[in-house]
């Protein structure tokens, strides 16, 4: 049976020729993911929501009580939450390249989404899944020739194998200087363009009474604006501070609010960006079955391109059909059990399972002898 990946073999060739090579020990070497890397991009991209100073629901709550009650809503008594969205990544380091004066890394990435529907008598199955591999290399100043770009540009490909050039602007790797970080971040700037092409195939299947569970931000470069979709993020940025008014004592930081969040409760809901998103939190799970105050909480996020605040009766059915989704738990299969959404653990389940073996990788990883 012939490899799979055999259609990069030409283009690892090609650079081999025109490019001096340093392998990867072994071959290549699995760039492993930084244990929070979810809550960094949080902070990437709502890096301007540090400072929270508006509620975004109406009635407007008020300040000495913020927290609401959201008792699980089963399936059985409202369906709510259909389609559930999860992307996954593995990146290599493959080599260095030299050309000239520079030198700069050549990176791959197994880039994946999923889409989870969920019938009404509860069998999951997978909507769509969508997979592709990245090469990922710098062009010009910080990389590679433009005649060289061309070259491998003409080398014929399969459609799930593309050319990346990692120093093109985008909202994650800008804030990296390293370049093999710029690379990782480029990758996942990818995947969750995956992610977004997905929500579209559900388009025409979402309604008030059938939403979709995307998981993380629902920010990128812009705004995700389809209707009846929230963001559900396990880890989310520690350090936002929010003040209601001009006095220092009435700011708090996000520990002390979550920390007295009780048990199928929620937040009130927050102002993001001028209004365009309305976030909230949502305990889960109790305190007394976990290490510390922020585990066992989600961060939910609606988009509201009207900027109008969210009802608070809808905040609360979306709270309580989420808190429903604590069961089942994947305990002992992800760290993050306490604050996972069984779909979404079955989404990233699925790409995963369908990415490309090491083995596999390493039988088409060979560059031209010099």
Partial sequence: MPNPLSSLMP?????????KILPATGGAVEELQHPDQE??????????????????ETP?????????PTSPLSRQDNHLFRFFIDGSIRTY???????????????????????????QDGEVKVWEHRQKILLLLPKQNEGISDTLWIQLHRVEKPEFLELVDFTLPDTLSNTRTDPRDKAGAKARFEMHKLEIELI???????NEDSWLVLDGAVKLDEFIQAPNLIGVAKSFRKDPYFQF?????????ITS????????????????????????YVRLREQRELDYPLMGV???????????????????????ALVAERNVTPYGLDRRWHCSLYPIHIAEQVIKNKFFSREVLMGCIKWPRP
């Fill in 11 to 19: 283009i690892l060739d090609l650079l081999g020729r025109e490019v």
């Fill in 39 to 56: 809550e960094i991009e949080d902070k990437v991209i709502n890096k301007e929501a540090d400072k929270v100073t508006a509620f975004h």
């Fill in 60 to 68: 407007e709550p008020d300040i000495s009580n913020i927290y609401r």
């Fill in 93 to 119: 380091f493959l080599a260095t390249g030299i050309e000239g004066p520079r030198s700069f890394p050549i990176e791959l990435a197994q880039v994946g989404a999923a889409v989870i529907q969920r019938e």
């Fill in 200 to 206: 579209e195939t559900t388009d025409s299947l979402r």
């Fill in 245 to 253: 008014g001009s006095k220092s004592r009435e700011r708090k930081d």
């Fill in 257 to 280: 609010i979550l920390a007295g969040l009780p048990h199928a409760h929620r937040t009130a809901a927050f102002s993001a960006y001028g209004g365009k998103v309305a976030f909230w």
């Fill in 298 to 320: 989600v961060k939910v996020e609606l988009p509201r391109p009207d900027q109008t605040p969210i009802p608070a009766e809808l905040a609360d059915l979306l709270s309580r």
